[in-house]
């Protein structure tokens, strides 16, 4: 069985500097990168393959100088006004270890705008590297929260509200803080995410552990080892499945990449996903590997089906979860790039890019660039983003 | 006539009063240019001996101007004062010395020659700075040589008094002393290329294999002192190619941009980390330490303060943000040494 995703639409050089993440939303694509600056992306342009122009409508926000790495957004449904209004909550961290908050209502850019959600005595005392947001899916009993994972190895979480009181008349977001996963040890905790479902949070580190804890009383239940016998094995990202019974562990091993799926009723390693190799590409220990450099992020499909991950490589794979197989391969070059001006084969510091590091990748979910099927989008080291949609269907 | 306190208060019926008899009558000296080591001496001894008066010192101190009481009186002594003083005359003197048998001394030496005195050889770094501040192109203390030069081709190097000093081409030797308005000229029209390092090994190594032609190679040996970068800056006409190699580490980045400050024509060469990361060798990368991330976000912070003339701050950034996003560094030695 295999999968095959064919590219919808491209754009080179769309940042200034390299693009660390990218969320997509409804109504854009929004990339974050270290020029400092967000920018949203119109999916219909990209559904349309309208390509040309999609750089001259781009919706630019500059954010922070030091440069931005992470950025997620939430999206809530206000029922009780009168008109249905979509607010979307945006996060994004900068470099500097700030986490900056916007916030735009429907899919109108008009209201994009700066909000306060933490005073700054409290972003003070953290130093943030990630930040993510979990959607209680508007059930009134799990509420949507924020949790944000920082350099000395905390993790922390807060509750969101969006209206200012219980008479849910007035929409005023904000934050209460829930609470504190303190680490043992002073290293920075690279990722994080959580399942509303299972309601289960996961905290990765850069020194190859991975600690999951329960997200009402944030007390620790199970700590998953890295595997790597390297002093190189950092956690570069982990993702509960939709239904939240799986986490996937992208490990770094040595210079390579692993992927290690665990159970999460009884926190129990189900396995690894890996490329078959020959004998002789073999890591010690036996362990095999997912891709020939490191995993920076994963995303499962909206079923959970499938699994897209994407490396140093310069390759975005999809793995079929049941089967633990591999059954698609992307591999990207900067001469895929359709205009032929933004294709870019070097960095400022004299670094190749034609076989660029992908540093992040999402699944779309059907209905966004693509009726009938679902899709994928990447940012890669040679400033690109890429958007491609599975072949066939109906 | 005898002094009691009740006279005195008699006399001066509120505090102000009080505290105004009660300071002694005391004389400034400045220590600048106007006045000349042994005036300055001259106008302390007096006012001790003779008139019996505690004096003010005054010098600079960056902007400000800092003032030590000797002996100390009033409110605001403290108990290092007269110490500090002491190791202000004493290098003074040393100074006056110096200057008048036309030698010179390294910061080091002053240090072992007085060690209880000084106690840290920074101690004797700082205020040979501070004096240095007051008498500009005071360079009868200095610091030892620490950088390396290495150049092709024969280096002439012209100081103000006349004299001469030459580079050997094809030699290695460690940076002489220059002045402000030291010249340096070369045999020949053109180098290649300037090749700035940070470490010693990977130097030698170049040095030795004779790796490099028609090139002037200079190490600073980690962070460079003022005499490598003055020198570089005196050297940069020579070259319109300047290139900095230094760590994949965010001291290594800080380092590149101490000498990118003397030298903005200088180019940020690596190694960079993603060069690293392509050997597909485990071995050259470590982990960034809570420090390297804390120095990398500083740096970040930092950068924007900067003027955008240099043209190699987009590559310093970039290596920056990669340092903390990948969370590893390495040593250049790895990659150069093979």
């Not at chain 1, 949203?40 to 926000?61: A, P």
């Not at chain 1, 091993?253 to 073999?282: A, C, D, V």
């Not at chain 2, 030797?173 to 090749?195: G, M, N, R």
């Not at chain 2, 485990?282 to 950068?303: A, G, Q, Y």
Request: aromatic share 8%.
């Amino acid at each position: 069985m295999s999968k095959v995703f064919i590219p919808v639409s491209n754009v080179g050089k769309a940042h200034d500097a390299d693009i660390y993440s990218v969320k997509v939303l409804k109504g854009f694509t929004v990339t974050a990168s270290g020029d400092g600056s967000l920018k949203f992306w119109s999916n219909k342009k990209i559904y349309q393959n309208d390509f040309k122009t999609l750089k001259d409508d781009v919706h630019v926000e500059f954010v922070d100088a030091t440069g931005l790495h992470h950025v997620d957004c939430l999206t809530v449904n206000d029922m009780l006004g009168n008109d249905a209004l979509t607010v979307n909550i945006i996060s994004t961290v900068s470099f500097n270890g700030i986490i900056h908050f916007y916030q735009f209502v429907n899919e109108n850019l008009s209201t994009l705008k700066k909000i306060k959600l933490l005073n700054p005595e409290e972003i003070k005392i953290h130093s943030f590297w990630s930040s993510l947001w979990v959607n209680g899916n508007n059930d009134q009993v799990v509420s949507d929260r924020l949790i944000t994972s920082d350099i000395k190895g905390n993790t922390n979480i807060w509750k969101f509200e969006l209206y200012k009181d219980e008479t849910k008349t007035e929409i005023e977001p904000h934050l209460t803080y829930q609470g504190e996963i303190s680490s043992n040890e002073p290293v920075v905790a690279t990722c994080v995410d959580a399942s509303a479902k299972r309601g289960l949070i996961a905290t990765g580190f850069a020194n190859g552990t991975v600690v999951v804890s329960q997200l009402s009383t944030l007390r620790p239940l199970y700590t998953f080892e890295s595997n790597s016998s390297s002093t190189v094995n950092s956690v570069r990202s982990l993702k509960f499945s939709p239904l939240g019974n799986l986490l996937a562990v992208s490990n770094d091993f040595g210079s390579f990449g692993s992927i290690t799926l665990y159970e999460t009723e009884f926190g129990e390693k189900i396995g690894n996903l890996s490329i078959p190799t020959h004998s002789g590409q073999k890591l010690i220990s036996g362990t095999t590997f997912a891709h020939n450099g490191w995993v920076f992020n994963l995303s499962f499909n909206s079923t959970g089906e499938f699994l897209a991950t994407c490396g140093y490589d310069s390759k975005v794979r999809v793995w079929d979860i049941k089967l633990k197989e591999r059954v698609s391969t992307l591999n990207l070059s900067a001469n895929d790039i359709e205009i032929e001006d933004d294709i870019m084969l070097h960095d400022e510091n004299g670094d190749s890019t034609k076989f660029p590091p992908i540093f992040d990748v999402k699944f779309i979910n059907k209905g966004i660039i693509n009726d009938t099927n679902e899709g994928l989008c990447c940012v890669c080291m040679d400033r690109s983003i890429r958007w491609f949609r599975e072949a066939g269907g109906n | 006539m005898t002094i009691s306190l009740s006279n005195l208060l008699k006399d001066n019926p509120t505090k102000r009063c009080l505290i105004e008899t009660l300071t002694p009558k005391k004389r400034s000296v400045h220590i600048d240019l106007e006045n000349s080591i042994t005036d300055i001496f001259n106008l302390i001894s007096n006012c001790l001996q003779i008139n019996n008066e505690p004096v003010d010192i005054v010098f600079k101190t960056g902007k400000m101007k800092n003032t030590l009481s000797f002996p100390v009186y009033g409110k605001a002594s403290r108990s290092h004062n007269s110490n500090t003083v002491l190791i202000l005359l004493t290098l003074l003197k040393i100074i006056n010395e110096r200057a008048t048998t036309n030698t010179t001394s390294t910061i080091r030496d002053v240090y072992y020659s007085n060690v209880p005195l000084f106690k840290t050889q920074r101690t004797v770094n700082y205020y040979v700075n501070i004096i240095r501040l007051n008498f500009p192109g005071m360079n009868s203390v200095i610091p030892a040589q620490k950088g390396l030069v290495y150049t092709s081709a024969t280096m002439e190097i012209y100081h103000a008094d006349g004299s001469k000093m030459m580079l050997m081409g094809g030699t290695s030797s460690l940076i002489p002393y220059l002045y402000e308005t030291s010249t340096i000229a070369c045999a020949v029209a053109d180098f290649d290329k300037i090749i700035i390092l940070e470490k010693e090994a990977v130097y030698s190594k170049l040095v030795q294999n004779k790796l490099m032609l028609n090139s002037l190679i200079i190490t600073g040996k980690g962070y460079p002192d003022h005499l490598t970068r003055k020198f570089i800056n005196k050297v940069s006409h020579l070259c319109s190619d300047i290139e900095i190699f230094v760590d994949a580490d965010p001291d290594g980045i800080c380092i590149a941009l101490n000498y990118m400050k003397d030298c903005p024509m200088a180019q940020y060469k690596g190694i960079t980390v993603a060069a690293l990361i392509n050997t597909k060798d485990e071995d050259n990368l470590m982990k960034l330490t809570p420090r390297d991330s804390t120095i990398s976000r500083n740096l970040l912070v930092k950068l924007q303060r900067l003027t955008s003339h240099q043209k190699g701050l987009p590559g310093i950034k970039l290596a920056l943000q990669r340092h903390l996003f990948f969370g590893v560094k390495g040593e250049m030695n790895s990659m150069l040494l093979r």
